[in-house]
């Protein structure tokens, strides 16, 4: 999940800075990758590659939930929550 994020920024956020947290608290595990480029179009959220449909899939396989969007202060932010 990390990998195929931070490919994303890196091949078409056209970001400048990245910035991955892993954290654990309440039950659960939390992955959080924040970028500060381009951001993503609700058009490529909904179509987008087989990279966005793979993270999906492997967020349901292992329990989790996923959100892809935009960032407080714009970008792209990815958040995977897993049962700990």
Request: proline fraction near 1%; aromatic fraction near 0%.
């Amino acid at each position: 999940m990390a990998q195929e994020a931070l490919t994303n920024a890196a091949r078409h956020a056209s970001a400048s800075t990245v910035s991955l947290a892993l954290a654990g608290s309440d039950g659960a595990i939390r992955l959080r990758i924040r970028d500060d480029g381009a951001g993503i179009s609700a058009d490529r959220l909904d179509n987008g590659g087989g990279g966005l449909a793979g993270m999906r899939e492997r967020a349901l396989l292992i329990g989790g939930s996923l959100h892809i969007g935009s960032g407080l202060q714009g970008g792209t932010e990815v958040v995977l929550e897993v049962p700990a």
